[in-house]
């Protein structure tokens, strides 16, 4: 008798983690910009991410934020529990994060990094999930666009756990796996 299967397996994300290093890559061919992880679910897909980069010049910074609400529902205003270093004055930032759900995260750590001064601030998110968008963001590159659920593993938790996960997995039988979307695809 087989399980339940992944929404996406460790094989399928791994092969997307190399894609979006080589579409970083390309986008920025000289010098790459400060990488800021977004604490804590960004911690796997930034790790994965910047190995595949294969870039010695790449800088790792961490940010972390959060937003009150129970174990699935994000709501209210973002806060910094780790502010972004204020070094990246100046600076070409990306941002990694896990998902941009409602978008408010992303929407306030974007005019956080514009306060500090930064030159530029783009985000590399693993998912880009659409269904509870509060506020229109632009996501620069996007692993994998998902229309609704909730999602676990890979960085990803639910009340803190299931971050340990290799493959994601959806609480939402009624989702299915999405199509790989490039990130040029996106938003356009
Ligand atoms: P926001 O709603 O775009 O501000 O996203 C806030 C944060 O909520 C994300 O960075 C995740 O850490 C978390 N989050 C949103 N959707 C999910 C999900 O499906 N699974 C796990 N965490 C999520
Ligand atoms: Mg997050």
Known sequence: MS????????ERI?????????????RWPG????????????????ADLVRALGRPDVTVDFVRVASYGD???SSGAPIFLVPPPADL??????????????GLSWAALKAALGD??????????????????????????????????????YGLDCAEKSRC???LWSLDPETFAPETRDANAIDS
Request: proline share 5%; hydrophobic share 55%; aromatic share 8%.
């Open 3 to 10: 399980g339940p299967l992944p929404f996406l397996p460790a």
């Open 14 to 26: 791994a092969a997307r983690v190399v894609e979006l290093a080589a579409e970083l890559s390309a």
């Open 31 to 46: 010098d790459f910009p400060r990488c800021l992880c977004v604490l804590k679910g960004g911690f796997i897909f930034a």
């Open 71 to 73: 174990a699935i529902t």
């Open 89 to 102: 004055a100046g600076q070409d930032v990306l941002v990694i994060e896990d998902i941009v759900d409602s």
């Open 116 to 153: 500090l001064g930064v030159k530029s601030a783009a985000i590399c998110c693993l998912v880009d999930k659409r269904e509870r968008r509060l506020v229109e963001v632009e996501i620069d590159f996007a692993g994998f666009v998902v229309e609704r659920g909730f999602l676990i593993g």
């Open 165 to 167: 996960l290799p493959d």
